[in-house]
Nanobody, 115 residues
Framework: QVQISEAGGGLVQPGGSLRLSCATS????????MGWYRQAPGKQRESVATITSDGSTNYGDSVKGRFTISRDNANNTLYLQMNSLKPEDTAVYYC?????????WGQGTQVTVSS
């Protein structure tokens, strides 16, 4: 059973940056397309960015040009570099594989963008 642990969130001012990380257990990470997802209060969880096992990326329209997804297959770790943050980016951020069924969700990491 894959275990997921996200980290790196926090409180940041508009225009600021954060780098999220997602550590996973087991060997499935390296062969799996992965994604970052977020859920804002009162809203459904949405896809933010995805990356294939060989590094091809795709981004949601709201984060294109501001966020960068990357991965370290040797260390089973996924990253999300978030720049030019906006208040509407405030959410709990999760990582998981792109395919369904999803692995058990981690606890997520809270990102709050506020002045």
């Amino acid at each position: 059973q894959v275990q997921i642990s996200e980290a790196g969130g926090g409180l940041v001012q508009p225009g600021g940056s954060l780098r999220l990380s997602c550590a996973t257990s087991g060997s499935a990470f390296a062969i799996s397309a992965m994604g970052w997802y977020r859920q804002a209060p009162g809203k459904q969880r949405e896809s933010v960015a995805t990356i294939t096992s060989d590094g091809s990326t795709n981004y949601g329209d709201s984060v294109k040009g501001r966020f960068t997804i990357s991965r370290d297959n040797a260390n089973n770790t996924l990253y999300l570099q978030m720049n030019s943050l906006k208040p509407e980016d405030t959410a709990v951020y999760y990582c998981n594989r792109r395919a369904v069924p999803k692995w058990p969700w981690g606890q997520g990491t809270q990102v709050t963008v506020s002045s």
